[in-house]
């Protein structure tokens, strides 16, 4: 992996291994990829979903960062496939973790939906997060091999 970085290193500024169909808890997450949220010394993996409207952090996780998050922006609900939850859009940052030798962790000032009332795995949506950088897939030729670039839309 540490080569195909430095081969493709055209607009990226790191790279990470992304899993497929990855266990978490009890949830499989489609594509999961490793981050940091906030400043808490937890790198975790989290659902990549592009299809996701916002990046979602709900749970437990919700209760650690309360004295990270900004004042709310916004207070909503927002229909997910389990039902309506309530929450509030804050900033804080998002840390993608790469693989060690290939590249810098990317670290985004991010807009996340947070309600107490999500159950399912932290997701990484469009809106306040990826619309902020440029990122890639590559599947890799053998089942291990997928990898994830990422780096700031500038």
């Known amino acids: 992996m540490e ?3 430095k081969q493709r290193r055209l607009w990226s500024t790191g790279c990470a291994s992304f899993y497929i169909r990855h266990k978490v808890g009890r949830w499989y997450l489609p594509v999961a990829v490793k981050c940091q949220i906030g400043t808490l010394d937890i790198s975790d993996f989290v659902l ?9 952090i709900g749970g437990e996780l919700a209760i650690l960062l309360e004295n990270e998050l900004s004042p709310p922006i916004e207070s909503f609900s927002m229909s997910t496939r ?6 509030s859009l804050h900033h804080i940052s998002i840390c993608l973790t790469a ?3 290939c590249g810098n962790d990317l670290t985004v000032e991010s807009s996340v939906f947070v309600s107490e009332e999500w159950e ?3 997701v990484l949506g469009y809106r306040g997060f990826l ?4 990122f890639a897939f590559d599947p890799g030729i053998v089942p291990g091999e997928q990898i994830f670039y990422f780096g700031m839309a500038e």
Do not use: H, M, Y
């Open 99 to 101: 693989k060690q030798g």
């Open 131 to 134: 619309e902020k950088i440029r």
């Open 120 to 122: 399912g795995p932290t």
């Open 82 to 87: 389990f039902g309506r939850i309530f929450g």
């Open 3 to 5: 080569q195909l970085f």
């Open 48 to 56: 990549l979903d592009t299809g996701a409207e916002w990046s979602v």
